[in-house]
């Protein structure tokens, strides 16, 4: 093969795999965060989220990352002389909404025993709930994500707590609190398109060979 053709299809092939390192180190990310510290049950509040600026370039995908946690805290009291063994069951509901659509809808269920003496017993339940994350890439649902304006996700909770027991006074509190996390995967506005890139590319190339064709004939 001709050497200086053999050259250029080397130097060629060298920077199309500059290109594909190039294009894989395009992507970006943008991480948006939003939370409501622990209250009171039940609850229903929004969290507003920044949707994705056009301007910063194309929006491939959107991840939504929920979790929270559903706590109860008190005393139980025993009203006679004897002990008595309690199974006190924490229950409740924690979830996620955007544009009226249910995200997550998490159930709880966490019983304990205990056994009440003359003593005053406290109770500490502490449950972290962590949701798989939703992940979006069809242009549809990314339409709702794109503006200039705000996400407003709907964080609700609600928990009971039921004792299986006569005879003990519970004093009893539930709270919860959330943590949202969206996060955009995006091409930046001013990266090249690879197709322009590699014309480029192969135009400097061409004027290199020929200009390695005009040193040969001179010399």
């Known amino acids: 093969m001709n050497a200086k053709l053999l050259s250029f299809i ?13 294009g894989s180190a395009n992507a970006s990310t943008l991480v948006e ?4 510290g622990s209250d009171f049950t039940p609850i229903d509040t929004s969290l507003n989220i920044e949707q994705f600026n056009s301007s910063l370039g ?9 979790s929270g946690d559903l706590s109860g805290t008190g005393t139980l009291t025993n009203k006679t002389k004897k002990p008595i063994p309690v199974t006190l069951d924490l229950t409740g509901q924690i979830g996620l909404q955007l544009n009226g659509q249910s995200l997550f809808s998490l159930p709880l269920n ?3 025993n205990y056994t009440v003496t003359d003593q005053p017993v406290n109770v500490v339940q502490n449950v972290p709930i962590n949701a798989n994350p939703l992940t979006y890439t069809d242009s549809s649902s990314l339409q709702s994500f794109i503006g200039n304006d705000q996400l407003a996700f709907l964080f609700s909770a609600d928990a ?3 004792l299986s027991a006569s005879n003990i006074k519970a004093d009893l509190t539930t709270t919860a609190d959330a943590y949202v996390t969206v996060i955009y995967n995006y091409t930046p506005q001013n990266t090249p398109e690879p197709s322009v890139t590699l014309g480029i590319g192969l135009v400097a190339g061409l004027g290199l060979l020929s ?3 005009r040193s040969f004939s001179r010399a």
């Not at 080397?10 to 190039?22: P, R, Y």
């Open 110 to 112: 966490s019983p304990n």
């Open 160 to 162: 009971n707590y039921q």
């Open 211 to 213: 200009q390695r064709k």
């Open 58 to 66: 194309h929006l491939d995908s959107v991840e939504i990352d929920f």
């Open 10 to 22: 080397t130097a060629g092939t060298a920077f199309l795999s500059v290109i594909a390192m190039t």
């Open 33 to 36: 965060t939003a939370s409501y």
